[in-house]
């Protein structure tokens, strides 16, 4: 990778990959957003970024792009797209990434960073969890809330490289908490145990994480196990069940959160099923785990999807 | 039980109870009918039934009543509530039954008969699968279409009694073809193979048993066969694999029918939960079968059914 410092692509620029790129932009990075319908709008003012835990931050002149092709080749590509989008990947990525350059993925779930690794190869891709809660409230404004910190790894190798190390400490400089992951697919798993049983059911039964606790806490931590059975097949990761009774106890202290895919649901947008689901369950099965509580959740998610596409 | 003609109380007169009723009393027998919402209309107009496979029936002149402390005892009393109205029948049952007399439950699920003994003793109980689709769609006013049989045996004792034979009778004199049941928990648990997959995924999707069948029929599948397990492990009745095939294919060739409980979540009305799944998935468990799928169905439709309630 080049000297620092470091330029950024971000592709995607909505309520997250927008949040981050501004923080990126903020912390003094050069960043390029490539931008959809809100492209007109950035153009002309710029992003605004709200924060209940940063002070606000005004970016009144950003570079935006309506298409990759006008776009500079970049250190670092972000992935900030949700995953419902990735067949995108093919077209977006090649011009954007310098040779020795790398791809971010952003992404909820398993599978984006092979989505990524597909188009890019394999040693030119990160992988990031993002911890963040933020929205998009109007043309380039985003709000963010409580939490925004990331956990960074490294695509199909353990470890923490120098890359890695750079790339936090852009972020860093932006005032985002950026946590090294030595394995990256052992904290997807991870993620996983909290994003399996709420967001599903949540869509599925119209219902918050707080009703979920309330009604329903056993079949929520028998989905938190087979997660965690399904780590130990397939990455060989032991995950504590001390792990699972903390995320057990911080939902059921959240006063009636909506997990992402129930807004999804709410609003008619795509969920993100296949890198939720869809993945995780095809991977604990090949392994040879039965997972039937996930595997029934993801044959009811494509059922409400299809309906509501439909 | 008495000399023929057998007398006969129907406690809950609406879509079950009134039709069966009414083809009771059609084939000569004197009826007895306890009615809520429809007593004026009832009382003073009767009861009709339209019917797509009968001729139609007009009952201008019937015995209603509005409660159980006017109705004179009868031989039979036939239970056509819906079983979540079961906790009534301790109060309703009791001065309804003659001494000799027995009580019929027409309903869903497994429990009804349980319910039934509890108030009135074992001995007095006998259960009936109706295999029925028929509406209210008026005061007093039914429509049935395409099946109304009946699977009848005796509660807690195999084999056909006399008085099964009795009542089979007078069911089929006015038009109503019984089947006698040598071992009615089996005949339950096999009716179960379709309850439990269509009622409950219906419900909480959305959908119809035709959808159903496009987009999911391996969880269907899954169900039928969680139910076939448990009925092994709890009343040690093998159904065959070929039975779960015919259910499959029978519904594959159904255009568009919605389940009752499906019916029931769009009418806001309580669903008959426990009766489908609470029963089945304790006693499965309970017998050492696991039934994942099942038990997370029934968790879902407990939380849809709260919702809705509350």
């Given at each position: 990778m080049s000297q620092r410092p470091l330029t950024y692509a971000i592709i995607g620029s909505g309520a997250l990959g927008g949040y981050y790129?501004?923080?990126?932009?903020?912390?003094g990075a050069e960043v390029h957003f490539l931008l959809h319908s809100d492209y007109e709008h950035v153009a002309k003012h710029g992003l605004v970024v709200e924060s209940t835990q940063h002070d606000d931050i005004t970016l009144p002149d950003v570079h935006a792009y309506r298409a990759v092709s006008d776009m500079p080749c970049c250190d670092v590509v972000i992935v900030g797209l949700k995953s419902t989008s990735n067949a995108l990947l093919a077209e977006l990525l090649p011009g954007v990434v310098k040779d020795d350059g790398c791809v971010l993925?952003?992404?909820?779930?398993?599978?984006?960073?092979?989505?990524?690794?597909?188009?890019?190869?394999?040693?030119?891709?990160l992988g990031?969890?993002?911890?963040?809660?933020?929205?998009r409230v109007g043309p380039g404004h985003i709000?963010?809330?409580?939490?925004?910190?990331?956990?960074?790894?490294?695509?199909?190798?353990?470890?923490?490289?120098e890359r890695m190390k750079a790339i936090a400490s852009d972020f860093e400089a932006g005032g985002v908490r950026v946590q090294l992951a030595e394995d990256l697919p052992a904290a997807r798993w991870e993620k996983l145990v909290w994003n399996v049983p709420y967001n599903g059911l949540a869509a599925v039964l119209g219902v918050d994480c707080s009703v979920l606790m309330?009604?329903?806490?056993?079949?929520?931590?028998?989905?938190?196990?087979?997660?965690?059975?399904?780590?130990r097949a397939v990455v060989r990761h032991t995950i504590p069940t001390s792990f699972v009774e903390?995320?057990?106890?911080?939902?059921?202290n959240m006063d009636a959160y909506k997990p992402s895919m129930m807004i999804d649901r709410e609003m008619g947008r795509p969920m993100e099923i296949e890198a939720i689901y869809g993945e995780p369950v095809r991977r604990a099965e090949a392994a040879g785990c039965a997972v039937p509580k996930m595997r029934m959740l993801y044959e009811q998610l494509k059922v409400l999807d299809a309906s509501q596409q439909s």
């Amino acid at each position: 990778m080049s000297q620092r410092p470091l330029t950024y692509a971000i592709i995607g620029s909505g309520a997250l990959g927008g949040y981050y790129g501004a923080r990126l932009l903020h912390g003094g990075a050069e960043v390029h957003f490539l931008l959809h319908s809100d492209y007109e709008h950035v153009a002309k003012h710029g992003l605004v970024v709200e924060s209940t835990q940063h002070d606000d931050i005004t970016l009144p002149d950003v570079h935006a792009y309506r298409a990759v092709s006008d776009m500079p080749c970049c250190d670092v590509v972000i992935v900030g797209l949700k995953s419902t989008s990735n067949a995108l990947l093919a077209e977006l990525l090649p011009g954007v990434v310098k040779d020795d350059g790398c791809v971010l993925t952003l992404q909820n779930g398993l599978g984006p960073e092979d989505e990524a690794a597909a188009v890019v190869g394999a040693e030119k891709v990160l992988g990031g969890l993002c911890f963040l809660c933020s929205n998009r409230v109007g043309p380039g404004h985003i709000k963010q809330d409580r939490f925004d910190h990331i956990k960074l790894g490294e695509f199909g190798k353990r470890g923490i490289s120098e890359r890695m190390k750079a790339i936090a400490s852009d972020f860093e400089a932006g005032g985002v908490r950026v946590q090294l992951a030595e394995d990256l697919p052992a904290a997807r798993w991870e993620k996983l145990v909290w994003n399996v049983p709420y967001n599903g059911l949540a869509a599925v039964l119209g219902v918050d994480c707080s009703v979920l606790m309330q009604r329903v806490e056993p079949l929520v931590a028998d989905l938190m196990f087979e997660v965690v059975s399904a780590a130990r097949a397939v990455v060989r990761h032991t995950i504590p069940t001390s792990f699972v009774e903390t995320m057990l106890n911080n939902t059921r202290n959240m006063d009636a959160y909506k997990p992402s895919m129930m807004i999804d649901r709410e609003m008619g947008r795509p969920m993100e099923i296949e890198a939720i689901y869809g993945e995780p369950v095809r991977r604990a099965e090949a392994a040879g785990c039965a997972v039937p509580k996930m595997r029934m959740l993801y044959e009811q998610l494509k059922v409400l999807d299809a309906s509501q596409q439909s």
